[in-house]
Nanobody, 123 residues
C-alpha cells in the first residue's frame, strides 16, 4: 500500500502548482483521500479532501477559491491544483487515504500516508 506525492517546487507568489498523489497496492475505491500540510514546528493541518467517487469535497477556509482537489479513479490519482499561491502556503504537503469514505479534517482519521513534497512560495 503506497501513496506517492509529487509536484512540489519553488514558485513566486501568485503562481500555480499541481500536486499529484498516486495510489498503488490496493484499490482506493470507497476511501476518502486528503491533502495535509505541515509548517515547521507545527502539527499537520487539513488542506482539502475528497470522497469516492468525488461527491463530497472539503477545503480549509484559507485555500477556498484558490485550491481545487480532484480524483481520477481509473488512474488512482488525486490532484491538488493550487492557484494564486501565497507565501503562507509554504509547507510540506502530504496526501493520505482514510479507511472510510468520510472526508475528515483530522489527520488521525487517515491511515495511509505518502511522503511529503515541499512547496515554497516566495513573495
Amino acid at each position: 500500500v503506497q501513496l506517492q506525492a509529487s509536484g512540489g517546487g519553488s514558485v513566486q507568489a501568485g503562481s500555480s502548482l499541481r500536486l499529484s498523489c498516486k495510489t498503488s497496492g490496493r484499490s482506493f475505491s470507497n476511501n476518502a483521500v486528503g491533502w495535509f500540510r505541515q509548517f515547521p514546528g507545527k502539527e499537520r493541518e487539513f488542506v482539502a479532501g475528497i470522497s469516492w467517487p468525488g461527491r463530497s469535497i472539503r477545503y480549509q477556509d484559507s485555500v477556498k477559491g484558490r485550491f481545487t482537489i480532484s480524483r481520477d479513479n481509473v488512474q488512482k490519482i488525486v490532484t491538488l491544483q493550487m492557484d494564486l499561491l501565497k507565501s503562507e502556503d509554504t509547507a510540506v504537503y502530504y496526501c493520505a487515504a482514510s479507511l472510510s469514505n468520510y472526508v475528515s479534517r483530522q489527520p488521525d482519521e487517515y491511515y495511509y500516508w505518502g511522503q511529503g513534497t515541499q512547496v515554497t512560495v516566495s513573495s
